[in-house]
T-cell receptor
C-alpha cells in the first residue's frame, strides 16, 4: 500500500472552468476527509465521508463544490465555475480509527485559478 | 480567537540546538496530532496523542489535558528538520481536525 494518493498534484485553470480532483485512500480505511489550505494558513475542514456516506460538510463548501465517494473507495472533489479565491492546496486524508483521523494525508492537489 | 494556537510562528535555529514548539487549544478534544509539512505540500503525521508523552527518534511530544497544552520537542536539530510543524486537534464528538496555523522551522547548518 502506497498510502493516500491524490491526482493531479498541480492544476492551473482559468476562472469559470470546472475542475475535478481525485483521492485514493489507504485501502482498508473507511473514513475519508477533504481539507483546504491557503497560503500561510493551516488546513481547514471541507467534508468527510464514512464509506460512501457524506456525513459532514463545512460551511466553506459552497454550492459550487461537490464531493462524492460512490463506492466507498476513491473520492472526487469537483469545483464548478472556479474563482480566484478557490486557489489553494486541497488535501485528502483517510482513517479507520474511530477516535478521530489517524492523519494519513495525501500529497495534496495545488489549484491555481488564473 | 482560533481554537488552536501555535507558537512561535517562525523559528530559526542552529544545527544541534534543542527545539520546542508549543500548541494551546481551547476546546475539548479526543486526540491531538503533530504533523510535518515540507515545501510542496505533503503532510506527514508525526504523533497522535491523547495523554502523556510519546517519543520517536529525536522527536518528543507531550500533552497536558488539564492545561490544554502540547509541546513538540526536537533534540539535536538538523537542517533536514526544516519544515512547517502543524498542531491539529480532533474535537470531542467530531471526526474532523481543527488545525493551528503552523510553525515554520528553519535549521541552519
Amino acid at each position: 500500500d502506497t498510502g493516500v494518493s491524490q491526482d493531479p498534484r498541480h492544476k492551473i485553470t482559468k476562472r469559470g472552468q470546472n475542475v475535478t480532483f481525485r483521492c485514493d485512500p489507504i485501502s482498508e480505511h473507511n473514513r475519508l476527509y477533504w481539507y483546504r489550505q491557503t497560503l500561510g494558513q493551516g488546513p481547514e475542514f471541507l467534508t468527510y465521508f464514512q464509506n460512501e456516506a457524506q456525513l459532514e460538510k463545512s460551511r466553506l463548501l459552497s454550492d459550487r463544490f461537490s464531493a462524492e465517494r460512490p463506492k466507498g473507495s476513491f473520492s472526487t472533489l469537483e469545483i464548478q465555475r472556479t474563482e480566484q479565491g478557490d486557489s489553494a492546496m486541497y488535501l485528502c486524508a483517510s482513517s479507520n480509527n474511530g477516535r478521530g483521523p489517524e492523519a494519513f494525508f495525501g500529497q495534496g492537489t495545488r489549484l491555481t485559478v488564473v | 480567537k482560533n481554537e488552536v494556537e501555535q507558537s512561535p510562528q517562525n523559528l530559526t535555529a542552529q544545527e544541534g540546538e534543542f527545539i520546542t514548539i508549543n500548541c494551546s487549544y481551547s476546546v475539548g478534544i479526543s486526540a491531538l496530532h503533530w504533523l510535518q509539512q515540507h515545501p510542496g505540500g505533503g503532510i506527514v503525521s508525526l504523533f497522535m496523542l491523547s495523554s502523556g508523552k510519546k517519543k520517536h527518534g529525536r522527536l518528543i511530544a507531550t500533552i497536558n489535558i488539564q492545561e490544554k497544552h502540547s509541546s513538540l520537542h526536537i533534540t539535536a536539530s538538523h537542517p533536514r528538520d526544516s519544515a512547517v510543524y502543524i498542531c491539529a486537534v480532533a474535537k470531542g464528538g467530531s471526526e474532523k481536525l481543527v488545525f493551528g496555523k503552523g510553525t515554520k522551522l528553519t535549521v541552519n547548518p
